[in-house]
């Protein structure tokens, strides 16, 4: 599959030129912006990514076609454009989804600004907040980065407190925290009714009563 990727983008992108690709293997800290960060962070960087985005984090190969660069790893279907140094774009695995990663040198690192386009589902990562739309009834989750416990779920227009990910408490008729709620993909947010997470959202409920407004 990864092959068709690049022979359309590599259509798309030599156009009526006659430049030659030209195809290496090399890192992926050598063909974009992340050498710009500090030893340390690189490091860090590329231990972090190595089981969350893949193996393009531990070697890599890279087609050059008029100045784009197209970053791949053997064995995966993943690729990511680049152009003067920063990760544009990336085609994720079996051509599920796109994503659009904004100008930053992390780029394409798990934490890194961007947003995901699939069916069904849009992903928009910001600086300081992260927003998920399933393609339910606009948007479903809204959190801060780097603190997933303080995301918002909208559930059926309900005000909720998210209990960890896609597990949501929601005030019932008398203003408590006591509706539970779990999103799946399949069947978006549907009422659970499970004991443990009965007993968590009177423990949440506690601490959102007692909190002072």
């Not at 990727?5 to 030599?14: D, G, N, Q, V």
């Not at 990511?80 to 796109?98: E, M």
């Not at 209990?163 to 978006?188: I, K």
């Amino acid at each position: 599959m990864k092959y068709y990727y690049f022979l359309f983008i590599s259509l798309l992108l030599l156009g009526c030129s006659s430049n030659i690709a030209i195809i290496k293997n090399t890192k992926i800290e050598q063909e974009t912006n992340l050498r710009k960060l500090d030893p340390d962070e690189l490091d860090l960087a590329i231990h972090l990514n190595r089981s969350t985005v893949g193996n393009v984090f531990n070697s890599a190969e890279v087609v050059v076609i008029n100045g784009y660069k197209i970053l791949y790893h053997t064995g995966d279907d993943d690729i990511y454009i680049i152009k003067n140094d920063v990760v544009i774009a990336g085609v994720l695995s079996g051509g599920k989804g796109v994503t659009v990663y904004k100008n930053t040198p992390e780029a394409p690192s798990v934490g890194s600004e961007k947003i995901i386009y699939m069916t069904n589902f849009l992903h928009y990562s910001g600086n300081k907040y992260t927003f998920e739309d399933f393609g339910l009834d606009g948007v479903d989750v809204i959190y801060e980065n780097n603190d997933s416990r303080s995301a918002q779920s909208f559930v059926s227009g309900k005000n909720c407190r998210t209990l960890v990910a896609r597990v949501a408490c929601c005030q019932d008729a008398r203003g408590q925290f006591l509706d539970g709620y779990r999103f799946t993909d399949q069947n978006g947010w549907k009422p659970l009714s499970a004991e443990t997470l009965l007993k968590n959202c009177r423990e949440l409920n506690r601490k959102a009563q007692a909190k002072p407004e």
